[in-house]
């Protein structure tokens, strides 16, 4: 292959690049475009902490504004938590009461004649237990209340008791008492009476009513 | 076929300084410029390129561009003119071929000691062996008119210098590639003709044997037909390119020690290297090569054929517009572009 006689007398340093990219150019140029681009970054950032404090000042001054205000209406708020929820009890118990007049008042025509009340009770609810004096109990806890029913007398014999514990059964009474019993030894004698008197018995029936449900 | 055989020479101290070619990637794109030809013609550009291996010119001219090379060191930090070439010449890279009277090409004397030009100021140089037998062929430039000349094609614009030559080693590379040459074996001799100076080189089997300048050019020509013939000194083209007055008589004293000197360096060759020179060409001359050919076949009795610069050489068919057309070229025109396409073609060639 023919060799061309090329006798070179330029320097390495001195082959120039044609592209009008040059390194030793670009590179201050991008590095004074960063450096511009960190400072644009950073005054960007300083604004937004200058805006969000001036934000934040702004909102503590509503919030200091607001706050007696806030407070009366959470202690309103409260109040009307407290009212609601006696307003709520009371319709429970309303809810809950048991009419016994209507059926104490026919009681009166089915009562024989052998047969003379001495008691006629209905025992208060047990006791409820001891109360948080921090949070008081408003009402009972459990929705629902056992109800009895205690009737006591004397009488002739068992047959007029037992006449009057079938009238209990019937459907005139069945829509309050649900059940009813002689406990054992519920007949006895009356010891306090003189001895002309010694035939009556004293007697005691004990009746389940329909509960007392606190919805 | 190997036409120029170059080899490194071995580094000793103090020993001629080896330049190697740092090129890293193979050029294709090239654009040759002479600098400080002094040419009122202007700034002599050829644009070459190589596809699929063969070598075409894009475009090829004059540019109106200040080329005058400074004298002195301190002239030449002064100038600092830049180059922006127009669009048909922005190709990727240039080859700048220069014209110096302060440079010089010759073979390294002996073992190649240093040069007394080297010694007087700093030079530029560069060297290469085209056979082991032969001294190698220096080339060295004032390192400030290279370091001026290396600054004339900014950086960043199309194009930047990637080879600084001499106009006379330039030269050579556009006729070893011409099938005139080719077709003569690799056997000949060739007249590089310069302003100041003609330079005969040999060549046998395609090497570079012989290299000699003399201080004959063709302004001297010029010259003697202004002196003699009372004319301007631009009409002295005319009258040699004219074959209505024979100036034989007023340029045959002129080139008769010219050609006694290409007489004795031909039966140097014949003597010391066995080689007859049975080609001979003639390159670079503007005007008056006929009358050249005339005194030369009656001196040494053979023919003197005219080279053309572009010979061979295939011309772009279709040129892109940013190439622009060729313009037409005389053929003293193409003459005078024999430097700038030399440097174009040594880089595309040498690989």
Known sequence: MRKPLHLDLLKDEERLSASPIRLRVMLPVFSLLAALGIAVWWSVLVARAHTLGLQKAGLENAIAELKPAHTSLLALRAEEQDTAATLKQLAYYKNARVVFGETFAKLADHVPEKVQFTELRVPPPPPLPPQDPKKPLLGPTNPVERVTLRLAGRTSGPEPVNALFQTLRTPAFTNLIRSAEIPKGAFRQDTARNAANRETLLFELTCECAPRRFE | ?351
């Open chain 2, 1 to 351: 076929m190997a036409l120029i055989l170059l080899q490194v020479p071995l580094m000793k101290p103090g020993s001629l300084t080896v330049k190697l070619s740092s090129q890293r990637k193979p050029f294709t794109d090239i654009v040759g410029l002479e600098v400080g030809a002094g040419l009122s013609e202007g700034v002599p550009a050829v644009r070459l390129r190589k596809r699929e291996g063969a070598i075409e010119m894009l475009a090829a001219g004059f540019l109106k561009l200040p080329d005058e090379l400074p004298e002195t060191a301190e002239s030449a930090q002064h100038a600092n003119p830049m180059w922006l070439l127009p669009g048909p010449f922005q190709a990727p890279h240039a080859a700048l071929a220069v014209s110096s009277k302060q440079s010089f090409l010759r073979h390294a004397a002996g073992s190649g000691d240093e040069t007394p030009d080297k010694r007087q100021s700093a030079f530029r140089i560069a060297s290469r062996t085209a056979t082991p037998d032969l001294p190698p062929l220096v080339a060295g430039l004032p390192e400030f008119q290279a370091a001026w000349a290396a600054r004339l094609l900014p950086e960043g614009r199309r194009p930047t210098a990637c080879s600084l030559q001499l106009s006379s080693a330039a030269a050579l590379n556009g006729l070893t590639a011409a099938p005139a040459f080719l077709s003569a074996g690799g056997n000949a001799a060739a007249l590089f003709v310069f302003p100041e100076y003609t330079a005969l080189a040999a060549f046998q089997e395609s090497s570079l044997v012989l290299y000699r300048e003399h201080p004959v050019g063709y302004v001297h020509l010029r010259s003697a037909l202004s002196t003699q013939m009372g004319i301007d000194i631009a009409l002295a083209d005319s009258v040699l390119d004219d074959t209505l007055i024979d100036p034989t008589p007023i340029i045959e004293p002129v080139l008769r020690p010219l050609f006694r000197q290409v007489e004795i360096s031909a039966d140097f060759l014949s003597r010391r290297r066995n080689c007859k020179a049975t080609n001979f060409f003639l390159c670079g001359l503007p005007a008056g090569a006929s009358y050249w050919s005339t005194v030369f076949s009656h001196m040494m009795n053979m023919p003197l054929l005219v080279c053309p610069t572009f010979d061979g050489v295939q011309r772009a068919q279709r040129p892109t517009p940013k190439h622009g057309a060729l313009a037409p070229l005389t053929k003293a025109g193409e003459q005078l572009l024999m430097a700038a396409y030399g440097a174009a073609r040594a880089v595309l060639e040498d690989e």
